[in-house]
């Protein structure tokens, strides 16, 4: 059974800070996602990674920055956090083979509040 | 115009009720789609692909409609348990992942 875990749940910020959101999948998957979810604008896809150091930009990059060291461990970094940066984050990853559109397998997410 | 879209409901129908919704994509070159299932203050999870025949799996029925560019979603005998947000996955040709376009969702609740 495919799992993949994020480091937090919750987690309150101060704008300004620099925050780190871990994502961990155990299946060898070859793609990792970032996503943020908010109320009535869906999903929307910050950041995409197809292996390891490969990565690329997604609808809503701005803000972010991400880090493939390894296979199994992709990291979403806010810089600088804003209070626009409050929201649901999940992570998610596929089995790839060129088909970064397979199935997708997410995470819990990690509710972020900057305050 | 959104580029996926969808009616956000809520649709609230007794169980035993078939209960039907559409998403819309506005790109003729979308190649693939996807149903996906959110519980409340949960992580989406696959409930379906949908395939240009038109696929069943159970009670659920999926269909594509590529002249009038939209997929539907069927439950057929709906139960409690059928209570969830369903969001439709739409990707654009490409090879990019930031063609992959979540709508915002349905939100279904099946009533006693």
């Known amino acids: 059974d495919v799992k993949v875990t994020q480091s937090s749940r919750y987690l309150v910020k101060r704008t300004g800070e620099k925050v780190f959101l871990e994502c961990v999948q155990d299946m060898d998957h070859e793609n990792m996602f970032w996503y943020r979810q908010d109320p009535g604008l869906g999903l929307r896809l910050i950041y995409f990674?197809?292996?390891?150091?490969?990565?690329e930009k997604g609808d809503i990059p701005e803000g972010y920055s991400v880090s493939r060291e390894k296979k199994e461990r992709f990291s979403l970094i806010l810089e600088s956090a804003s209070t626009n940066q409050t929201s649901m984050y999940l992570c998610a990853s596929s089995l790839g083979e060129g088909q970064p559109w397979s199935e997708q397998y997410f995470g819990p997410g990690t509710r972020l509040t900057v305050t | 115009r959104k580029e996926v879209e969808q009616d956000p409901g809520p649709f609230n129908v007794p169980e035993g009720a078939t209960v039907a919704f559409n998403c819309t994509y506005s790109?003729?070159?979308?190649?693939?789609f996807f149903w996906y299932r959110q519980d409340c203050r949960k992580e989406p999870k696959l409930l379906m692909s949908?395939?240009?025949s038109g696929n069943e799996d159970g009670r659920f029925t999926a269909q594509l409609n590529r002249a009038s560019q939209y997929i539907s979603l069927l439950i057929r005998d709906s139960k409690l348990s059928d209570s969830a947000t369903y969001l439709c996955?739409?990707?654009?040709?490409?090879?990019?992942?930031?063609?992959?376009?979540f709508g915002s969702g349905t939100r279904l609740s099946i009533r006693p």
């Open positions: 990674s197809y292996d390891v150091k490969m990565k």
């Open positions: 996955v739409v990707n654009f040709a490409g090879s990019s992942a930031s063609k992959i376009i």
């Open positions: 949908v395939y240009s």
């Open positions: 790109n003729s070159a979308s190649q693939s």
